[in-house]
């Protein structure tokens, strides 16, 4: 435009996708408000639809709402309509959104699957949870068919509960309604099976993840990253960390899910390879990255080297977290300095925590690998203190969790008969190895 070159209505759809996805709310809303006052080309409907959400985003619902009455009457159609209630429901306002969607019922406009994955976002509480098959329902009353998208949201809804059997569910039914599975789709099911430690499903989902993937995705590629790490697969992890490299802009989440990977399999040097290399081109900014090598030296039990990245965080401007401290506890037990976890850990629960932390997979993962030391010790406290954080974020659904808690019994030489009643309520299913920790545990009946 500096240069004398006219503007195309396709260069502002470029620029405000390139907005919307950095967040640049107040950026994107000036660049609509330049294209309707000095009029590149003439505004049509898409052009105002983005006037309004992003005044909605910015400046709230009321302006938002007010901005839709002036808004030229033959603009006033269904693109207009959807964009509001996606804008306000991405505020978190529920009444009015419902408002809107009756009017456009009454108008005959369609409902865009995209207000229905909002409304089911906003419900994915357990307070609300019970209230989305009500909202499914009006879908298919409205004669909106589910996207893959859809599917999607509520296969990850039951992952992050760690319910198996309701994520595959929602895939039979997704396949039922012959949509198509995405990349997405099977990243979802592949890394909740890998984390449900089932890694023959696992594999033959990350198959299928493999073959559906497109192009160069970044997201794609970490997931996969962090997949292989699961799986053991060295060689699979490489050739994928040099897709990575190949990336234009190589983001630090990359580097710490390679991180993390490589120092799951064992792979130290190339860990801390990775660790210095990020640190060289990206810098250190955030205590994530310097979670992702402390997490490798605790899982190995090198506290020393761990402790030292431990120093460098407050030096480069950051703060430790629970995260940090829950890892270093771990570097601690795993030293055999139980004395110093118990502590780390007390340093670590001090500090006050999201819920999106306490239910995170690599919180969780770390919990339970600092159960199994204490149940090895038969600690019978520290191992049910921190099993009560497992079961608040579902984890106990897993029969290896619960087995470990059993462990701890037998180790303890206690016996509680009303471990296995425990076992079913939580929602895991007893298996072989529950049944002979019982029959361990038989012998210190009293």
């Not at 910015?58 to 207009?80: A, D, Y």
């Not at 949870?129 to 589910?146: G, P």
């Not at 190949?246 to 899910?257: A, I």
């Not at 506290?303 to 829950?326: L, S, W, Y």
Request: charged share 25%; aromatic share 8%; net charge positive.
């Amino acid at each position: 435009m500096g240069d004398g070159f006219p503007i195309h209505r396709g260069d502002i759809f470029h620029a405000i996708n390139r907005l919307r996805k950095f967040k640049s709310n107040q950026r994107a809303l000036e660049v609509m408000e330049w294209v309707i006052r000095e009029r590149p080309y003439m505004p049509k409907e898409l052009d105002y639809s983005y006037l309004l959400e992003f005044t909605t985003k910015f400046h709230g619902i009321s302006q938002g709402k007010e901005l839709f009455t002036r808004v030229p009457l033959e603009f006033q159609n269904e693109l207009l309509y959807n964009n509001l209630v996606i804008a306000c429901l991405d505020k978190g306002a529920i009444r009015l959104p419902l408002e809107c969607m009756k009017r456009m019922r009454e108008l005959g406009h369609p409902i865009s699957h995209m207000v229905f994955n909002r409304l089911i976002i906003l419900h994915s509480s357990s307070r609300r949870k019970k209230l989305i098959q009500k909202i499914l329902a009006q879908m298919k009353a409205d004669k909106v068919a589910r996207h893959a998208s859809t599917f999607n949201i509520l296969m990850k809804m039951e992952a992050s509960e760690h319910n198996i059997d309701g994520l595959m569910k929602v895939y039979s039914d997704m396949k039922r309604a012959n949509v198509e599975p995405n990349e997405i789709s099977f990243c979802i099911i592949a890394t909740a099976y890998a984390v449900a430690r089932l890694h023959t499903a696992a594999e033959a989902y990350v198959e299928a993840l493999e073959k559906s993937a497109t192009g160069k995705n970044w997201s794609t590629l970490d997931v996969l990253i962090m997949l292989y790490g699961y799986l053991g697969k060295e060689k699979q992890l490489e050739n994928t960390w040099g897709l990575v490299k190949q990336l234009p802009r190589v983001r630090s989440k990359s580097y710490v899910m390679a991180i993390e990977a490589f120092g799951r399999i064992g792979q130290l040097t190339l860990a801390e390879e990775l660790w210095l290399e990020m640190k060289s081109v990206k810098g250190l900014r955030s205590t994530e990255q310097f979670n992702s090598i402390i997490s490798v030296y605790c899982k190995h039990g090198l506290i020393d080297k761990a402790t030292a990245i431990f120093r460098e965080i407050t030096t480069n401007g950051c703060k430790p977290n629970a995260i940090t401290f829950r890892h270093l506890a771990l570097g601690c037990l795993k030293s055999g300095l139980v004395e110093e976890a118990t502590k780390t850990l007390d340093l670590g629960m001090d500090l006050t925590m999201s819920n999106v932390v306490r239910n995170s997979t690599p919180w969780l993962e770390t919990t339970l690998v600092i159960i199994e030391a204490f149940a090895e010790k038969g600690d019978i406290r520290n191992v049910e203190k921190l099993f009560e954080e497992l079961a608040k974020a579902k984890y106990i659904r897993y029969t290896f969790v619960y087995n470990t808690l059993i462990k701890a019994y037998v180790k303890a030489k206690i016996y509680d008969p009303n471990l296995l009643k425990r076992m079913i309520l939580g929602g895991a299913r007893p298996d072989a190895e529950t049944y002979s920790l019982m029959k361990l545990a038989e012998q210190f009946q009293t």
